[in-house]
């Protein structure tokens, strides 16, 4: 599956996952959407249970 997370005024945004198994595998790809976005930027990824 593949997810495009909104996010807010902030540029913050959140997901929940469910039904997670103990082997699945979940791959997450951090990116601009914009063609016009080129400068460098840092994000933060925060995973809870």
Do not use: F
């Not at 601009?32 to 925060?46: I, K, M």
Request: aromatic content about 4%; cysteine-free; hydrophobic content about 35%.
């Amino acid at each position: 599956m593949v997810y495009r997370l909104p996010v807010d005024k902030n540029a913050n945004g959140t997901i929940k996952l469910s039904d997670i198994e103990k082997d699945d595998l979940i791959i997450t790809i951090v990116s601009a959407v914009t063609r016009q976005s080129t400068t460098p930027t840092e994000y933060t990824l925060t995973i809870s249970q």
